[in-house]
């Protein structure tokens, strides 16, 4: 289901002379978008509710007060996760310099966010010149400033690691070690260690630590309390968790809850 200007065709938003152009629409709890890429970059964010973002490279969690930049030609799809109020832009990076170049998180200031908010107002086919390139040029340079945020989790294509990823995503709170999955797998426990890292990147425990904060955070956005999360994620007390949160992010789990995008 997709309403406000969801009824035009991205690709209205690519066929365009403007570098910049924004979009806005709304989705309910549960919606998925499909499989999709863009010919432009996109700087894919919600005022309101939590976006679930699947692609080859792996899977991102996007809460409030956070935006995905995805690279052109980026294959995803985009679960939600509470009602999302989506505010979009799609930015010709070929036209415009000082880009990430990979798919990553980042901090939405509240200038940024602003922006956003205005943007979607703005005609596709707004002169080059005047308030409304200015307000895109400016979206432009607080999008340069943004900082990344490690809201990624990478996936393998190993069949045995993938075992193993796929069942701590779905039972963060599984307390197997590295070992026990090795038993399991038919496999040295030193096979698993050097298939994580090469893999993903990480080691085993920081992929589950990494699993847990972010299945924390789809709990979170689904407005679940932080008790129960704590639990679900295999911790014995809230505040245990709270301080790994907080350690992980530089901020407690409220921060990230659907209010703390109005704040």
């Known amino acids: 289901m997709r309403t406000n200007s969801a009824h035009r065709k991205f690709q209205d938003f690519h066929d365009v002379e403007q570098p910049t152009v924004a979009m806005e629409v709304d989705y309910p709890s549960g919606a998925v978008t499909g499989w999709h890429s863009h010919p432009r970059a996109q700087l894919l964010y919600a005022i309101d509710g939590v976006m679930l973002v699947d692609s080859a490279a792996g899977f991102w969690v996007v809460p409030p007060n956070r935006a995905l930049w995805l690279i052109a030609g980026e294959r995803h799809s985009v679960r939600m996760a509470g009602l999302v109020k989506m505010r979009t832009a799609y930015i010709d990076a070929t036209r415009i310099g000082d880009l990430p170049e990979q798919t990553c998180v980042l901090n939405v200031s509240p200038l940024l966010r602003e922006l956003l908010v205005a943007a979607v107002q703005v005609p596709v086919d707004y002169a080059e010149r005047g308030r409304e390139a200015t307000l895109m040029a400016l979206l432009i340079h607080e999008l340069r400033r943004a900082t990344t945020l490690p809201l990624h989790l990478p996936m393998p294509e190993d069949d045995r690691l993938k075992t193993i990823c796929d069942a701590l995503a779905e039972k963060p709170a599984d307390a197997a070690t ?21 893999e993903t990147g990480m080691t085993f425990a920081q992929w589950r630590e990494q699993a847990r904060l972010l299945f924390a955070l789809r709990r979170i956005a689904e407005g679940a309390r932080v008790i129960d999360i704590a639990l679900d994620c295999g911790y014995a007390s809230q505040s245990a968790f709270a301080a790994m949160f907080r350690r992980h992010f530089g901020a407690p789990p409220s921060s990230f809850g659907a209010s703390a995008s109005r704040a």
């Open 178 to 198: 590295a070992q026990d999955w090795a038993g399991r797998l038919g496999v040295s426990s030193k096979t698993v260690h050097r298939l994580f890292l090469k």
